[in-house]
């Protein structure tokens, strides 16, 4: 965007033909998504194709699934009651086994894996192995990713023998670890049969990807090697949305389209569902077709290019910057696309709309002001809002009111620039917030930790074509170290130049640390950007800014790559950047963009800094805490 002028969304029809930036990013955004989407479930013959035998172990019926549906990476931790399981991985053409350091990071890695291509998996061992794995899966499930727990359990013959086996409770009771995994998953199977498993995996597998929520399947182990026809591979799964309600769809549309002729401040608010849900190419078109400024929540972060003439910027309630708070508050109609209204991502409950035209898109419902359109599904509405019929009958309408003529003006974006003079001042989270667009490029995957990090990011303006990675629902502290590695692996098979960039508080690298030498194992590239300011910042903020509780001890960072490295030498770069001067020596350094090593920059920060808005929003939670909140 142009640095030099404001914003006026005052352009006609659905594209202007004087704006260079109106469509040049949507190309590849598409093709990423084809990468993305191209199942091997749509091969005609899949057992022919592959040359698979004639038949197949019920193992391998689960890995070549999941291949099917582009998942090519397994995460997880071996133990005895899924061992003959993982020899089936490496049976399927195609897939590896990742490996792990726990089983924690595992989910971890299969929910950032899943954040770039819809589904991972992660393989895990009965009782402890799945238990450690839990706090992952719950995210997942908050968060609206989709993934598969699988659990290699003992054999049937064990359990109905009540048999007090290793890594039970010692009372004979195998159900009892898969019940605590009822409440965080969309499902929980556990196969009992040759017969009736196939049938049970694929429902599993279709649940998963189309709420994108977790899944949960228990395989004992004397199934695993039982054999069926390998041609049972050639049923295509149904991955399609079931469709909507016909009349309700167009009872809605119509509504939509009432409401548009009576607005004159009419704005979209995209949050998080409308990337977990596959919608952020539709919300583009609908965006680029309507020209209404375009919002995003902290959640929806990424699901906009921010390059994109109607990127407005990003909405936080009371939090926001005041021109973005005055347009949304202002709106006289909104048209919001995926939410979800957690304490973080609305400024602590502080959205404030003046308006009742509220227009809703979920997963599987819609509203408009207090009507609720059940199972009326938004991916299939906005494909029909921008069909060529409907697309033409908006453009009629907002040309008929004139909407073009009446300008909103959005603040132009002022580019970061670094001054020339040698500037020694120590680095803070305002300057490093506010300037670090100059350190990332187009289509960076940008992974940001809970606290100073999913906080400051949002300073950040993003090149055209970045994804945006974090855990504000969740907000379980370390996840960010396996969703780097989940995301790194899952890049590189479908567009290996892209980059990940990883920014993580040193509070939170502690607790899941181990999961770098798996990147290096598997010689991934990120860049870890390590926020040193020696403790829990945002636990300093909400209570006890001085007790010994919220420091951690500090490492020596610098080392961590090394040490990790082991007896192979592979290539790594660590730096240190404590100051201004530092900061633009990084951001100068042609080499350092070059995404050919696994690197570890240290940023030293001042232990009581933090991002403007992070004091605030910690500020509103102890007082929660506490019972004192308004």
């Known amino acids: 965007m142009s640095s030099d002028s404001p914003v006026n969304f005052n352009s006609q029809g659905s594209k202007n033909e004087n704006d260079p930036n109106d469509n040049k990013n949507n190309v590849n955004n598409e093709s990423f998504d084809q990468l993305i989407n191209n199942h091997a479930y749509n091969i005609h013959d899949y057992a022919t194709e592959f040359k698979l035998p004639e038949k197949i172990t019920l193992g391998r019926y689960i890995f070549e699934r999941l291949k099917q549906l582009n998942v090519t990476t397994i995460f997880g931790v071996p133990g005895d009651f899924n061992l003959t399981l993982l020899d089936k991985v490496n049976e399927v053409k195609g897939l590896r086994w990742a490996g792990n350091a726990n089983e924690l990071n595992a989910s ?14 992660l393989v895990t061992t009965f009782g402890v192995g799945e238990l450690s794995a839990i706090n992952g899966v719950a995210g997942a499930y908050a968060e609206h990713v989709g993934l598969v727990h699988i659990v290699g359990v003992p054999s049937l013959r064990s359990q109905s023998n009540h048999l007090l086996l290793h890594h039970s409770l010692g ?9 605590m995994s009822k409440d965080i998953t969309k499902s929980t199977i556990v196969l009992h049969d040759l017969n009736h498993s196939p049938g049970a995996i694929d429902e599993a597998f ?20 039982l054999t069926l026809p390998s041609t049972y591979l050639n049923k295509k799964l149904d991955l399609s949305l079931p469709l909507n309600d016909t009349e309700a769809e167009a009872e809605f549309i119509n509504n939509v389209f009432n409401l548009v002729k009576k607005c004159e401040n009419p704005i979209i ?21 309507t020209k209404f400024p375009t919002f995003v929540t902290p959640m929806g972060k990424g699901s906009v290019d921010e390059t994109n003439p109607r990127f407005s910027g990003v909405y936080v309630g009371k939090y926001s910057p005041d021109y973005v708070k005055n347009i949304v508050e202002s709106a006289d109609l909104i048209f919001s696309i995926g939410s979800l209204l957690s304490d973080f991502n609305t400024g602590a409950f502080t959205y404030s709309y003046k308006t009742k035209n509220l227009v809703e898109f979920h997963s599987d419902y819609c509203k408009i002001k207090h009507a609720f359109y059940t199972n009326l599904r938004m991916e299939h509405v906005l494909k029909r809002l921008v069909t060529k019929e409907n697309s033409s009958k908006m453009l009629e309408i907002l040309k008929e009111k004139d909407y073009y003529s009446k ?3 959005i603040p132009p974006y002022i580019t970061p620039k670094l001054d020339t003079k040698k500037n020694d001042k120590e680095l803070t989270h305002s300057f490093l917030w506010d300037h670090l667009s100059l350190i990332l490029r187009e289509k960076d995957i940008i992974i940001t930790e809970t606290g100073t990090s999913s906080f400051g990011i949002l300073q950040t303006r993003f090149p055209s074509q970045c994804i945006g990675i974090s855990q504000i629902l969740y907000g379980s ?16 098979e479908v567009e290996p130049e892209r980059r990940v960039l990883l920014f993580i508080g040193d509070g939170s690298l502690q607790l899941t640390v181990q999961e770098i030498s798996t990147m290096i194992k598997w010689n991934l590239n990120p860049y870890l950007f390590v926020l040193n300011n020696r403790g829990y910042t945002i636990e300093r903020l909400i209570h006890g800014k001085t ?12 080392s961590i790559l090394k040490t990790f490295n082991g007896n192979v030498e592979k290539k790594y770069e660590t730096k240190r950047i404590a100051t201004v001067e530092d900061f633009k020596e990084l951001a100068k350094d042609k080499d350092f963009a070059k995404n050919d090593k696994i690197r570890l920059i240290e940023v030293i920060l001042d232990k009581d800094d933090a991002p403007t808005n992070l004091v605030h929003q910690a500020t509103e939670t102890a007082a929660t805490n506490s019972g004192t909140s308004k």
């Open 171 to 179: 009372n004979g009771d195998f159900h009892v670890f898969e019940k």
């Open 547 to 558: 007790e010994k509780y919220n420091d951690v001890e500090n490492w020596d960072y610098l």
């Open 269 to 289: 608010l995209v949050d998080a569902c409308c990337s977990r849900h596959s919608c952020v190419s539709l919300t583009r078109q609908f965006s680029d077709l």
């Open 477 to 492: 502290i370390g996840y960010t170290v396996g969703a780097c590695l989940g995301a790194s692996m899952a890049i590189e």
């Open 108 to 121: 971890y890695a299969a929910d950032g894996y899943s954040r770039i291509k819809r589904m991972g998996c």
């Open 407 to 409: 300008n909103t003006t």
């Open 206 to 225: 279709r649940e998963a990807f189309l709420s994108q929520r977790p899944v949960y399947i228990a395989i004992p182990t004397d199934l695993v090697d």
